[in-house]
């Protein structure tokens, strides 16, 4: 890596959005990016996995890491190159789509797949700990069931049908949708007993029931009631799924796969891989199956070598309360961290005009030398849970927040309209609430003095700023997508699309064009790149410093009127901006 490269990444600002989030491909924003308004803004791009072809979870579910070539070509990736802009890429190191090469195999071949084990049969995992139901699913034992970190309601699996008739549960930590399609007449032929007239009604109560989303489970056959597990089975072989499916990191073609994975990202232009939903990766019968030690150390060594191979800066990402202390254990190790703590501490620092729990956060990034990747808004929720204490080993380690401040952070964003995402135990019982979601504008109230300060905030924060797309434009929630959305819905309030006309009509706006002039100080002073100090100031005052030989910037805020000024040195010349 060159010297000049190695500052950019440290210190550029990054752009964070999906390839058809601005128009209707990544072209589309590079047009934006060529625009004189967004010169020497950003020198990142983070470039959501739709780049990718995927299916489901709006890019999560990969099918495989080609390019998307709907969204994305490979002459949009020399533009970039020619913008000096450096881009981030996910993998999601957890799951694959069921429509991969890898499950086609493994539902085409049964055991007979070079993929058998490349996927996680939940019966075979679980054998001999747990018993079968009646459905012929293995529950596992009390004591390993409790233990489990559950990310949705019920047990994480998929019932998948295989060609031969059979279904086969699949472990499924995050997200699946199984469309139920309509039966015809002929579908139920071989039910023994039914006759076609009953046949006919059969069709007719089960097509109504598809229609109107109902519950074929608990819906009514009536008179023909004895009929109705064979013909939900018909129903279950007909319908169509789709499916993150937990890859087994046991399988050597499971990291022969990331090591053609990592080669390919790298061909793209990839110089920070985003390690999504690694501490799922590593499964043992007994742990929690979220980040269990020291498992998931050796496979994170195992990728990171992968990833020195390939000159890539892994970006190990943890949604973890932080007195669970696990952002520090991975910062420890010389892993750049994501700061999911600063967007609900930036909501509290303007809610309540004090500055406490912000500065022991950004003291903490200093004295540590934590490499971080920071955000407002971003493709997912504002992170609460975060922000929690926890308790470890008889300990009760501090939050960065009290419970009862996460609670009125979670309150201000639902009343301005916030939608909420919960975690679950293995019952089905809500157990925390996981993230807010709510596009930062929103979660400020709509109050462009305080999105403002905001962002300066964030740009006179320790390490990478990551800015999503939709914030620039000061985006308010989305309703209309978030109810369209489904089960995944709540994360489309703050995933509008901006056609042409709506940046073009951004432009004239003082809130988009006085954010875009305090990132682009951000890219582009050598003061960046140098040392930080928190100045002593009252709790309602803010005053951080960046000095690099003879130049500076300082940021002076006041968190009652949420007024502030950004005084800086260009070539020698002291220049001072003020909102």
């Given at each position: 890596?060159?010297?000049?490269?190695?500052?950019?990444?440290?210190?550029?600002?990054?752009?964070?959005?999906?390839?058809?989030?601005?128009?209707?491909?990544?072209?589309?924003?590079?047009?934006?990016?060529?625009?004189?308004?967004?010169?020497?803004?950003?020198?990142?791009?983070?470039?959501?996995?739709?780049?990718?072809?995927?299916?489901?979870?709006?890019?999560?579910?990969?099918?495989?890491?080609?390019?998307?070539?709907?969204?994305?070509?490979?002459?949009?990736?020399?533009?970039?190159?020619?913008?000096?802009?450096?881009?981030?890429?996910?993998?999601?190191?957890?799951?694959?789509?069921?429509?991969?090469?890898?499950?086609?195999?493994?539902?085409?071949?049964?055991?007979?797949?070079?993929?058998?084990?490349?996927?996680?049969?939940?019966?075979?995992?679980?054998?001999?700990?747990?018993?079968?139901?009646?459905?012929?699913?293995?529950?596992?034992?009390?004591?390993?069931?409790?233990?489990?970190?559950?990310?949705?309601?019920?047990?994480?699996?998929?019932?998948?049908?295989?060609?031969?008739?059979?279904?086969?549960?699949?472990?499924?930590?995050?997200?699946?949708?199984?469309?139920?399609?309509?039966?015809?007449?002929?579908?139920l032929i071989r039910i023994k007993g039914l006759s076609r007239e009953n046949a006919i009604l059969i069709c007719e109560k089960v097509n109504f029931a598809i229609d109107n989303n109902?519950?074929?489970?608990?819906?009514?056959?009536?008179?023909?009631?004895?009929?109705?597990?064979?013909?939900?089975?018909?129903?279950?072989?007909?319908?169509?799924?789709?499916?993150?499916?937990?890859?087994?990191?046991?399988?050597?073609?499971?990291?022969?796969?990331?090591?053609?994975?990592?080669?390919?990202?790298?061909?793209?232009?990839?110089?920070i891989l985003r390690l999504d939903a690694f501490a799922y990766l590593h499964k043992e019968i007994g742990q929690t199956n979220f980040f269990n030690k020291p498992g998931t150390w050796h496979y994170l060594e195992r990728i990171n070598q992968i990833a020195k191979k390939n000159d890539l800066i892994l970006l190990p990402e943890i949604h973890a309360e932080y007195g669970l202390n696990l952002h520090h254990e991975v910062a420890k190790e010389n892993y750049q961290i994501y700061d999911f703590f600063l967007p609900g501490l930036m909501i509290h620092t303007l809610e309540t005009n004090n500055n406490k729990a912000l500065l022991t956060?950004?003291?903490?990034?200093?004295?540590?030398?934590?490499?971080?990747?920071?955000?407002?808004?971003?493709?997912?929720?504002?992170?609460?849970?975060?922000?929690?204490?926890?308790?470890?080993?008889?300990?009760?380690?501090?939050?960065?927040?009290?419970?009862?401040q996460i609670e009125s952070i979670m309150n201000t964003i639902m009343n301005r309209g916030g939608r909420v995402k919960n975690l679950y135990d293995p019952s089905g019982?809500?157990?925390?609430?996981?993230?807010?979601?709510?596009?930062?504008?929103?979660?400020?109230?709509?109050?462009?003095?305080?999105?403002?300060?905001?962002?300066?905030?964030?740009?006179f924060m320790p390490g990478i700023p990551q800015v999503w797309y939709l914030d620039i434009f000061a985006g308010k929630n989305n309703y209309k997508a978030a109810d369209k959305g489904g089960s995944g819905g709540h994360k489309e309030i703050n995933r509008t699309t901006l056609s042409k006309e709506d940046v073009a009509k951004g432009l004239k706006k003082d809130i988009v064009l006085n954010q875009l002039k305090i990132m682009r100080l951000r890219n582009t002073l050598k003061a960046f790149s140098g040392d930080i100090s928190i100045k002593n100031v009252t709790e309602d005052k803010l005053s951080i410093l960046f000095t690099n030989i003879d130049s500076y910037a300082h940021l002076e805020a006041d968190l009652k009127t949420f007024n502030f000024s950004i005084s800086y040195t260009i070539n020698n010349d002291e220049n001072k901006l003020v909102f």
């Open positions: 890596m060159s010297p000049k490269k190695s500052q950019t990444i440290a210190n550029g600002v990054m752009l964070n959005t999906y390839p058809d989030s601005i128009g209707h491909k990544l072209s589309d924003t590079i047009k934006m990016l060529q625009l004189p308004e967004f010169k020497d803004v950003f020198s990142l791009f983070y470039v959501l996995p739709t780049f990718f072809n995927s299916d489901l979870d709006r890019g999560f579910s990969i099918i495989d890491y080609n390019l998307n070539e709907e969204l994305v070509s490979k002459k949009d990736l020399k533009a970039l190159e020619n913008l000096n802009i450096m881009l981030k890429f996910d993998i999601v190191l957890n799951h694959l789509s069921v429509n991969s090469l890898q499950f086609k195999d493994l539902l085409e071949n049964g055991e007979n797949s070079k993929y058998k084990d490349f996927f996680i049969n939940w019966n075979t995992f679980w054998q001999g700990n747990g018993t079968r139901n009646d459905d012929n699913i293995l529950i596992p034992k009390k004591e390993f069931l409790e233990k489990l970190f559950m990310r949705k309601s019920g047990l994480p699996i998929l019932k998948v049908p295989f060609p031969d008739g059979s279904e086969k549960p699949y472990w499924n930590t995050f997200y699946q949708s199984i469309t139920n399609n309509k039966i015809k007449v002929d579908d109902l519950d074929l489970k608990t819906f009514s056959f009536n008179e023909l009631a004895q009929y109705k597990e064979e013909v939900l089975k018909i129903v279950y072989r007909k319908s169509s799924f789709l499916g993150q499916m937990d890859v087994n990191a046991k399988s050597e073609l499971v990291w022969e796969f990331y090591e053609e994975t990592l080669a390919k990202v790298k061909s793209f232009g990839c110089k956060w950004i003291n903490e990034i200093i004295s540590k030398g934590y490499k971080t990747v920071n955000m407002l808004g971003c493709h997912d929720g504002i992170p609460v849970l975060d922000l929690k204490g926890k308790e470890v080993n008889g300990t009760y380690n501090k939050g960065l927040l009290e419970d009862s019982k809500k157990i925390s609430y996981y993230q807010v979601n709510a596009t930062f504008f929103s979660a400020l109230g709509e109050n462009e003095q305080k999105l403002l300060l905001a962002r300066a905030i964030q740009m």
